[in-house]
């Protein structure tokens, strides 16, 4: 007996309608291009959007690329944060110094994404904007307390990134505006971070993914900090864990947290993974990566 199957008839070679290409000089430009045309959307490297135009998921009727503006291309210093631009790409954030020893568990986590072909194109304003659950600079971030700074003609917002996101796919940036500025409050002095994640290969996005930051004082916990990604609709802040762990040691850290994750994470089916698999799976990188965390803070001095 032979089986007919049906044919993929979508050549993911070609976008498959017509749409309009601008390339702005300046921010304000873009600005003005994203409020005039309706229907518009901003592209920097496209590694996310190009494949949804191929598939017809989404289907704009312009394109403004914002990849080379030189306001949205900056990694600097600014008193106790690091400012990234939005249009930075994952590669250069993975060659700073800055990010490297300022930064450490996004440092982590970017080093982790992709392929080097991929990191020279993507960027951490397109990992953000795209508001996927499994975007791997999200749980660090989240971890960091990191703020958006949104641009229009109207001004510049500043968002709490654990407020940008609402759900898969979904944020809370409006059509007219672009992702200026992350600014992520420098790595706190004692710390110790450790970035986990799992997926079907090294280059693919993750099932599920950890970001860990925390202080020991003593031989106690302090100030956990615990997200993650790809077992919610949106990246998630953890916070039963965290509550549950201050204070305690690693021994009884161990113990308990695992033990309440189910309380913060909301994980689905899909083609990556089952709901089980990822609910197990994030009570045991959470005990790897409470152990990795401690220990980079005991190292720490």
């Given at each position: 007996m032979v089986r007919v199957?049906?044919?993929?008839?979508?050549?993911?070679?070609?976008?498959?309608?017509?749409?309009?290409?601008?390339?702005?000089?300046?921010?304000?430009?873009?600005?003005?291009?994203?409020?005039?045309?309706?229907?518009?959307?901003?592209?920097?490297?496209?590694?996310?959007?190009?494949?949804?135009?191929?598939?017809?998921?989404?289907?704009?009727?312009?394109?403004?690329?914002?990849?080379?503006?030189?306001?949205?291309?900056?990694?600097?210093?600014?008193?106790?944060?690091?400012?990234?631009?939005?249009?930075?790409?994952?590669?250069?954030?993975?060659?700073?110094?800055?990010?490297?020893?300022?930064?450490?568990?996004?440092?982590?986590a970017v080093?982790?994404?992709?392929?080097?072909?991929?990191?020279?194109?993507?960027?951490?304003?397109?990992?953000?904007?795209?508001?996927?659950?499994?975007?791997?600079?999200?749980?660090?971030?989240?971890?960091?307390?990191?703020?958006?700074?949104?641009?229009?003609?109207d001004g510049v917002r500043e968002v709490d990134i654990g407020e940008f996101f609402v759900g898969p796919k979904r944020s809370i940036i409006r059509s007219d505006e672009v992702l200026q500025i992350i600014r992520v409050p420098t790595h706190p002095t004692g710390y110790g971070w450790s970035f986990i994640k799992i997926s079907r290969t090294s280059f693919d996005i993750a099932k599920v993914s950890i970001a860990v930051l925390l202080k020991v004082d003593g031989s106690k916990i302090r100030d956990p900090r615990v997200a993650f990604g790809s077992v919610a609709p949106t990246p998630v802040r953890a916070k039963s864990v965290e509550r549950a762990i201050e204070g305690l040691?690693?021994?009884?850290a161990l113990e308990v947290g695992p033990k309440l994750v189910e309380r913060d994470i909301a994980p689905i089916d899909d083609v990556r993974s089952t709901a089980w698999y990822?609910?197990?799976?994030?009570?045991?990188?959470?005990?790897?990566?409470?152990?990795?965390?401690?220990?980079?803070?005991?190292?720490?001095?």
């Open positions: 199957l049906s044919i993929n008839r979508i050549n993911t070679y070609r976008i498959p309608f017509t749409f309009e290409y601008y390339r702005p000089k300046t921010l304000r430009e873009a600005l003005e291009l994203l409020r005039s045309i309706e229907g518009a959307k901003v592209i920097a490297g496209g590694t996310d959007l190009l494949v949804d135009m191929k598939f017809r998921r989404t289907e704009p009727r312009a394109l403004v690329d914002v990849s080379k503006l030189e306001e949205l291309r900056l990694v600097r210093l600014a008193g106790n944060y690091v400012e990234i631009g939005s249009a930075v790409t994952l590669q250069e954030l993975v060659e700073s110094e800055l990010v490297r020893t300022k930064l450490p568990l996004l440092w982590e080093s982790s994404m992709a392929s080097w072909q991929i990191r020279n194109i993507a960027t951490i304003g397109g990992n953000i904007c795209n508001a996927s659950p499994a975007a791997d600079t999200a749980p660090p971030l989240l971890a960091y307390g990191a703020k958006l700074l949104l641009a229009s003609l040691s690693i021994e009884e990822r609910r197990e799976v994030a009570k045991a990188l959470l005990r790897d990566s409470l152990k990795v965390a401690y220990e980079r803070s005991l190292s720490s001095g």
